[in-house]
C-alpha cells in the first residue's frame, strides 16, 4: 500500500479524529466505492460511548453528503448522455421509481443498490431537498438500528471471547 494513505489511515484512527474519520468513511461509503462504515461507527461508539448520538449524527450526515454526490452525479451524467435505446430492465427500474418518486431514496441505504439508486434519483431529475431528506431519514434509520443491535449482540459475544482468554 501507498506510504502516503497508510500515514492518512494512521492519523484517522486516532480517538481525537474519531468523528472527523466517521465522516470520511462515511461519505465515501455512500459512494459508488465499495465501502462500509458501520464498523467505524460501532468501533467508534465502542470507544467513546458518550459519543453515541455525535457518532449517528455525523455519520448519517457523511453518508446523505455521499448520496448526494451520487444525485448530482447521475443528474450531470443525465444532461451529458441521452441512451438511443434503453434495455427492458432500465426502463422497468426507471418507471419503478417514478411510481415512488423521492420517497425512493428511503431505501439509499441499501447495500448493493442504495448508491446506484441516489445516482439514478438523480439522472431521472427527482425533486433535490425531498429526495435527501428520505435520504437522510433511511440513513438514519439504518446507523441507529444497527448500531443498536450490535451494542445489544456485542457484550455476550465479549462474554464468550473472555471464556478463552
Known sequence: MNEWLVSILQILSLPQYGLGSIFIISFLSATLLPLGSEAAVFGLIQLQPDWWWHTIAVATIGNTLGGTSNW?????AQQILHPNRPN???LKATDFLNRLGPKACLLSWLPGIGDPLCLVAGWLKMPFWPCIFYMAVGKLLRYIILTSLLMTAWQPLQNIFSLFH
Open 88 to 90: 427492458k430492465m432500465i
Open 72 to 76: 448530482w452525479i447521475g443528474w450531470g
